[in-house]
Nanobody, 121 residues
Framework: EVTLVESGGDSVQAGGSLRLSCKVS?????MGWFRQAPGKAREGVAAIGEQGKTYADSVKGRFTISKDSDSNTLFLQMDDLKREDTATYYC???????????????????WGQGTQVTVSA
């Protein structure tokens, strides 16, 4: 089985930065970050796989997804945060071999519990 545990969520002022972490137990080839704001649908943020990284247009240039294989940890570096970034952030993963993109939510079989990010103006 695969287990994911997010951490790093916090309250921050607009323009600030946060780094989210996701500790992974088990073997995965595709990992991603998703978020859900109150009253809105869950949306893909970023993904990283064997072929590279993909980002949603709303975070492109501000967020960076990365991973540390030694510690089996996924990261999301968030810079220049905006009020609209406020949401519960979830990490997700899958062990499949194939395309790994931020918008393919059904492709991610394993999910973390979420961590809250609040950006105040």
């Amino acid at each position: 089985e695969v287990t994911l545990v997010e951490s790093g969520g916090d309250s921050v002022q607009a323009g600030g930065s946060l780094r989210l972490s996701c500790k992974v137990s088990g073997f995965v080839l595709c990992m991603g970050w998703f978020r859900q704001a109150p009253g809105k649908a869950r949306e893909g943020v970023a993904a990283i796989g064997e072929q590279g990284k993909t980002y949603a247009d709303s975070v492109k240039g501000r967020f960076t997804i990365s991973k540390d294989s030694d510690s089996n940890t996924l990261f999301l570096q968030m810079d220049d945060l905006k009020r609209e970034d406020t949401a519960t952030y979830y990490c997700a993963a899958d062990s499949r071999l194939g395309p790994c993109v931020y918008y393919d939510q059904p492709g991610f079989k394993h999910w973390g519990q979420g961590t809250q990010v609040t950006v105040s103006a």
